[in-house]
């Protein structure tokens, strides 16, 4: 499971909530194929969060929230294809 904690700065929750918030988390980095940029995951957390301070605790939801909050993503074929393509460019 992805920790959501090296997101959380200032916010505080008790340990059941991190845990509902990690796999939030995780499901939206899957969703977004796991192979986003260090800026995606920490977008996507920030959303996390920011839904859970608002209150909600159904990972599911915090998932879809966070997922909505960030815009449409690539398909994985996309994502696939150009990392292949950058990884091309160096030969």
């Known amino acids: 499971m992805t920790n959501i904690i090296p997101y959380l700065k200032d916010a505080a929750f008790e340990d059941s909530v991190i845990d509902i918030l ?4 995780d ?3 899957m969703a977004i194929h796991d192979a986003c940029a260090a800026l995606d995951r920490e977008n996507l957390a920030a959303h996390v969060v920011q839904s859970a301070l608002l209150g ?4 599911e939801r915090l998932c879809a929230a ?3 909050a960030m815009g449409p993503q690539p398909p994985i074929e996309a994502v696939v294809h150009a990392d292949l ?3 091309l460019k160096h030969f």
């Open 56 to 59: 909600e605790r159904d990972p």
């Open 27 to 29: 499901m939206g980095c």
């Open 66 to 68: 966070a997922l909505s």
């Open 22 to 25: 990690s796999h939030a988390f």
């Open 85 to 87: 393509r950058s990884r």
